[in-house]
């Protein structure tokens, strides 16, 4: 089953709240910070030479894993006057990353409050994410509910990353439910759509014109 918006924010929460596990997309779903990270990757792009444009930062690289991207504005870099490697970039970009939500955390007190909901009301919480594990526990840390997170599988932690299912279910396993066992998928982009359904969960679609995950969480105190 897929869940999509537009519908009443407290008829989605009602879902999650009797969803046998919850799991969360990082970037630009639990972190509102999609706009952080196309100011960074456009700030390594230009030191290497390369032209990113926030645009195009998401028209080629929304959706896809941090060392895919790093990956790609290497091979880029790789014929002009400052070549850089993937692990250069990865490693810039954890800097540039960490360091602003250690200054300003991008993860809503809305979302925070239905992140507390949920673990409260025995709801098991994980993310799902083609990021770094360090930037999710760094950003998770800064928001003050890294303790909620019964789970978070990150890049690192498969060999295929979205569309690929294997990280839902990897998660799944780590909170001791089936896949079809109603576990609900938060994401907001195709290829993590992709992935949820492959492996058989619904999902909810979050961001563009619909609601956000901090919408939701708002409806606890309407």
Not at 167 to 187: I, K, P, S
Request: hydrophobic fraction near 50%; aromatic fraction near 4%; proline fraction near 5%.
């Amino acid at each position: 089953m897929t869940i999509i918006p537009p519908a009443p924010a407290s008829s989605v929460l009602q879902q999650l709240e009797t969803a046998a596990a919850v799991l969360f997309d990082f970037n630009g779903t639990l972190s509102a910070d999609e706009d952080l990270l196309a100011a960074i990757y456009c700030d390594i792009a230009a030191e290497s030479g390369i032209e990113l444009t926030a645009r195009s930062y998401e028209s080629d690289f929304l959706g896809l894993s941090d060392p895919q991207i790093a990956a790609a504005l290497a091979a880029r870099a790789a014929a002009g006057a400052h070549p850089v490697t993937p692990e250069q970039i990865a490693a810039r970009m954890a800097e540039a990353y960490l360091a602003a939500v250690a200054q300003c955390p991008r993860i809503a007190a809305e979302t925070c409050r239905l992140v507390r909901a949920l673990a409260g009301a025995g709801v098991p919480v994980a993310v799902v994410t083609g990021t770094y594990g360090r930037l999710v526990t760094g950003a998770l840390q800064a928001a003050g509910i890294e303790q909620h997170f019964a789970g978070v599988v990150a890049c690192e932690d498969v060999t295929v990353g979205k569309p690929a299912p294997e990280g839902f279910l990897t998660a799944a396993r780590q909170l001791g439910v089936a896949a079809d066992e109603q576990v609900v998928v938060v994401e907001d982009s195709a290829p993590g759509r992709q992935a949820a359904e492959a492996a058989g969960m619904s999902v909810l679609m979050v961001g563009g014109s619909g609601l956000t995950v901090a919408d939701i969480g708002a409806a606890l105190i309407e």
